[in-house]
């Protein structure tokens, strides 16, 4: 069965940063691209980054180019988000996914709040 | 970037009744589309990709069809626990975008 298990979610102030972690088990996680998307509170979806199988490729949606970091450790089976200079905006439940085209396959979620 | 705009905002089927929800793209995407049905407190699941794929383990009364920047997505026979938020989601070009999402209610 496929999981994918984030951490690292929490209260920060504007400004500061934080980093989302992603376990995934159950499939062979060097074999897929990952995903961050977002959801602000009784919002939509918002696609934030991309990461290739390889960690060869990573795109970002605007706003966050030059402040988020995606990144994998494919021997750990593990996704990461560094999120620096965090703003109000980015206020949101973040999800952990894989990514083909389509987000196949999604975590349960982990908020990130970014208040003073 | 590609704007996904998805009709309507909401609305309430009877139980058995056929629903469709129709997602239009700013441009072309030449099928690269996918339905996501949400459930309140819990993660979005794929339902449809490329345009009319029907994902492993979902009930065979959803469908999508669509080309160009013309999508939908049928539910032939509305159930219980098919309320929820329906997404579509354009995954031709970076950055994907999704539509606003349907609530869809029981009536």
């Given amino acids: ?116 | 970037d590609i704007q996904m705009t998805q009709s309507p905002a909401s609305l309430s089927a009877s139980l058995g009744e056929t629903v469709t929800i129709q997602c239009q793209a700013s441009e072309d995407i030449y099928s690269g589309l996918a339905w996501y049905q949400q459930k309140p407190g819990k993660s979005p699941q794929l339902l449809i990709y490329g345009a009319s794929s029907l994902q492993d383990g979902v009930p065979s009364r959803f469908s999508g069809s669509g080309s160009g920047t013309q999508y939908s997505l049928k539910i032939s026979s509305m159930q219980t626990e098919d309320e929820g938020v329906y997404f579509c989601q354009q995954g031709l070009k970076y950055p994907f975008t999704f539509g606003s999402g349907t609530k869809l209610e029981i009536k």
């Fill in chain 1, 1 to 116: 069965e496929v999981q994918l298990v984030e951490s690292g979610g929490g209260l920060v102030q504007p400004g500061r940063s934080m980093k989302l972690s992603c376990a995934a088990s159950g499939f062979t996680f060097s074999n897929y691209g990952m995903a961050w998307v977002r959801q602000a509170p009784k919002k939509g979806l918002e696609w934030v980054a991309y990461i290739s199988y390889d960690g060869g490729s990573t795109y970002y949606r605007d706003p966050v180019k030059g402040r988020f970091t995606i990144s994998r450790d494919n021997a750990k089976s593990t996704l990461y988000l560094q999120m620096d200079s965090l703003r109000s905006e980015d206020t949101a439940t973040y999800y952990c996914t894989t990514e083909a085209g389509s987000f196949d396959y999604w975590g349960q979620g982990v908020m990130v709040t970014v208040s003073s």
